[in-house]
């Protein structure tokens, strides 16, 4: 039963936009729908690497999330739970082989103190592991995930990661 709740719970986040987890409503944690790409998860760096052309290449990619914001990890506790995924897409020189996403830390909302969810906050790094293909390819990657305060979550976003990639 109590799993069923969760469940419609977080269905009525995907449908209807963006609504209180606790019934506050209080959305001064989120930043209007102008800034959220800039200000809920920032790409840092770097913004540019240079790899040797034809060869798989690791490269660790810096993520930051707002203060007051958590994301899902890459593996949320439940199904129904959006998680953060990387990508990018074929044609643009740069073939993504994987990404080694780090763990989640464990956290609780005030609604539900039983259920643990696995979330990153703060300043997250992901290891993507490329094979890039001789020449300058300036390549946008997305990054998906879904933002919540301790109070409500805000629609799934994709934003683009731009970095330039010089195989050799």
């Known amino acids: 039963m109590k799993r069923k709740l969760i469940l419609a719970f977080f269905l009525s986040l995907a449908t209807a936009g963006v609504h209180g987890q606790s019934g506050s409503g209080d959305m001064s944690a989120f930043p209007k729908s102008g800034e ?4 809920v998860v920032q790409y840092v760096f770097p913004e540019q690497v240079t790899v040797p052309a034809g060869k798989l290449t690791n490269i660790a990619m810096h993520f930051r999330i707002a203060p007051g914001l958590h994301i899902n990890s890459n593996a949320p506790k439940d199904e129904f739970l959006i998680p953060t995924t990387f990508s990018i897409p074929e044609g643009m020189g740069v073939k993504l082989e994987g990404a080694t996403y780090p763990a989640g830390t464990e956290m ?3 609604l539900d103190p039983g259920t643990k969810l696995s979330v990153y906050s703060g300043d997250f790094v992901l290891q993507t592991r490329i094979v890039a293909s001789l020449g300058n390819h300036l390549v946008e990657g997305r990054l998906r995930y879904q933002a919540c ?10 934003i683009p990661v731009a970095i330039d990639v010089v195989g050799k």
């Open 36 to 39: 959220q790409a800039k200000t």
């Open 149 to 158: 305060d301790n109070h409500a979550c805000m629609p799934p976003k994709t």
């Open 108 to 110: 609780t909302l005030p």
